[in-house]
């Protein structure tokens, strides 16, 4: 565990990149200037890696919080945490926050985290998975849900179609956002490709369009097909929520995102407080 301090500084974008790189991989932490802004750290932090998850505030600590959540953030500061926000990001935990040093001042953190990259969980033949359950495994998601309120019967009859139930559930539990910061989850699907049969769910920088053919009278038998960037389309037999975990740990899919990332996480676009 590595313990910087610093002198009095300018927060910027630069400086935090600075100050990540002096942490580097593994573990590490470090007291910032006091008349530094830590929500204006915060703030910059999550226009980097997405809406934080709170691990303390007002020096209690979410009970919830484990491994799993980024408990490592907080073992250096043992009791002395005052309030610490908190980002998945790869393979490693970032927090930034307040806590007490060795004299008891209140003072601006940054603390970084090796965080364990989940099983992938291998899938036996004709095993009944739940593809969404696997997905927040994935992902190290521990957020409570962000949408849970959606009124899925207003956007179906606005859409004139029912949705498949693990996309609604991908929306309701994720939110705006992306996972790996690459893979942009769409909030109601995009109708721009219904004269060909497809509804739009998600898509990528690449601009790659993840869709559904649409023919089936039941949606959850809807199949994936990615419309690719020249035009392209190319079918998968299988569910939104299962087409995702494996680009995201398949080295071997056609769109696979493993090349990229050992570890995966979900970027989520909500505003931190």
């Known amino acids: 565990m590595r313990c910087v301090s610093l002198s009095a500084m300018e927060l910027t974008q630069a400086n935090v990149n600075d100050l990540l790189a002096r942490l580097g991989p593994g573990d590490g932490y470090m007291y910032l200037p006091s008349d530094l802004d830590p929500q204006g750290l915060t703030d910059l932090l999550a226009g980097r890696y997405g809406a934080p998850r709170t691990l303390v505030l007002d020096g209690f600590t979410d009970p919830t919080v484990d491994e799993s959540g980024g408990a490592a ?6 009791d002395r945490a005052v309030k610490i926000r908190a980002w998945a990001y790869g393979d ?70 029912a949705l498949p139930s693990d996309y609604k559930r991908m929306v309701e539990t994720f939110g705006e956002g992306a996972f790996d910061g690459w893979l942009g989850l769409n909030q109601e699907p995009w109708t721009v ?22 023919g089936a009278d039941d949606p959850d038998r809807w199949p994936v097909v990615v ?3 020249d035009g392209e389309d190319v079918p998968f037999d299988c569910q939104a929520s299962e087409f995702v975990c494996r680009i995201l740990i398949d080295p071997h899919h056609p769109f696979t995102m493993a090349h990229y990332f050992d570890t995966h996480w979900f970027m989520n676009y909500a505003e931190s407080d």
């Not at 953030?73 to 043992?78: D, G, R, S």
């Not at 008891?104 to 899938?123: C, F, I, S, Y």
């Open 73 to 78: 953030l907080l073992v250096p500061f043992q």
């Open 92 to 161: 490693q935990w970032v927090g930034t926050g307040t806590a007490r040093d060795a004299e008891g001042t209140e003072r601006p953190v940054l603390v970084v985290a090796h965080r364990e990259a989940p099983e992938p969980m291998a899938v036996a033949p004709d095993e009944d998975v739940d593809w969404m359950e696997r997905l927040t495994r994935i992902t190290g998601w521990t957020q409570p849900a962000q949408r849970p309120d959606v009124d899925w019967a207003e956007v179906e009859s606005r859409l004139g179609t």
């Open 193 to 214: 490709l219904r004269e060909d049969g497809l509804l739009i769910w998600a898509g990528t920088e690449h601009k790659n369009l993840y869709c559904w053919r649409t």
């Open 227 to 229: 419309r690719s960037f």
